[in-house]
C-alpha cells in the first residue's frame, strides 16, 4: 500500500510557475508508476501526467504539454510536478495518484493524495 501526500499549491499569477510535490509513504514507492490529475469545480477529475517507475517515460495531457513537467526521486520517494507558464485554466485540485501500470484514466488509480489547490488568477 502506499500513501499520498500534496503540497506546494497556492495562488500565482497568470504566467507563473508553481512545483508540486507529492511525498509518499510505503515499501512500494519505486514499483508504481505515479500520475498527477486535477478537478476544477463541477467538472470531472481529468489527466495531467504520468510517469513510469523508473521515470524513463513520461505521458502528458495535451493542454499542459510544453508547460509542465512530471518527474520523480525514487531515492526520496517524491514525486513532483513542475507548472509553468500557468494560466487561469489550470486552477483546480490536484491529485497525485499511484498504480502498477501507468496509465490516464483515473479508474486505473487505487492510491491517492488529499489534493492541493491551484489557484491562477488573470
Known amino acids: 500500500q502506499v500513501q499520498l501526500v500534496e503540497s506546494g499549491g497556492g495562488l500565482v499569477q497568470a504566467g507563473g510557475s508553481l512545483r508540486l510535490s507529492c511525498a509518499a509513504s510505503?515499501?512500494?514507492?519505486?514499483?508504481?508508476?505515479m500520475a498527477w490529475f486535477r478537478q476544477a469545480p463541477g467538472k470531472e477529475r481529468d489527466f495531467v501526467a504520468s510517469i513510469n517507475w523508473i521515470g524513463s517515460s513520461t505521458t502528458y495531457a495535451d493542454s499542459v504539454k510544453g508547460r509542465f513537467t512530471i518527474s520523480r526521486d525514487n531515492a526520496k520517494s517524491t514525486l513532483y510536478l513542475q507548472m509553468n507558464s500557468l494560466k487561469p485554466e489550470d486552477t483546480a485540485v490536484y491529485y497525485c495518484a499511484a498504480s502498477l501500470l501507468e496509465a490516464t484514466s483515473r479508474y486505473n488509480y487505487k492510491y491517492w493524495g488529499q489534493g492541493t489547490q491551484v489557484t491562477v488568477s488573470s
Open positions: 510505503g515499501r512500494t514507492f519505486s514499483s508504481h508508476a
